[in-house]
């Protein structure tokens, strides 16, 4: 896919606002188009859902494919928890380590959300993690495309 085509939606609590601030520089350097559906601003006591279900409703609404989401959280669990209650919604998890995860979660599960665990990854590896996982592609495997379709079709 055509990076300048590919639009991002950014969307975190306090607990992954300064992340999320530095993936959108990082990403609008890369040429990316980007949405940012809040926390504009450093709020200590907002609540996750609020954002993460403007993203996954963002990523959902696009059936071109051409809208990925990058959320950021705490642990990035709830935030991915709240966003995989849309169907269509891919969120995957990443929150340090090991990068073949993300590579996985594309190419076998085309993953169109990332939610991003603040607490325990560093800025310089969260850049190299969000790269790898615009830039890995979907498989198109069989297998995969009847797996997605089970999983879209769970109401």
Not at 59 to 67: H, L, N, R
Not at 146 to 152: A, L, S, V
Request: aromatic share 8%.
């Amino acid at each position: 896919m055509n990076m300048e085509k590919l639009k991002i939606i950014l969307a975190a609590d306090h607990a992954g606002f300064r992340l999320k601030e530095a993936v959108k520089s990082f990403l609008q350097e890369k040429g990316y188009e980007i949405e940012d559906v809040g926390v504009g601003e450093f709020k200590k006591d907002d609540d996750y859902p609020e954002y993460m279900i403007k993203a996954a409703m963002k990523v959902v609404e696009d059936a071109s494919g051409g809208i990925k989401a990058v959320i950021f959280g705490g642990s990035g669990q709830g935030e991915a928890m709240v966003a995989n209650r849309f169907p269509g919604a891919r969120a995957c998890v990443w929150y340090g380590g090991d990068m073949e995860v993300l590579k996985a979660s594309r190419n076998d599960n085309d993953s169109n959300m990332l939610s991003i665990g603040a607490r325990f990854v560093d800025e310089q590896g969260l850049k190299r993690a969000v790269e790898l996982w615009l830039s890995t592609p979907f498989s198109n495997e069989e297998r995969h495309k009847r797996r997605i379709g089970q999983m879209d079709s769970i109401e």
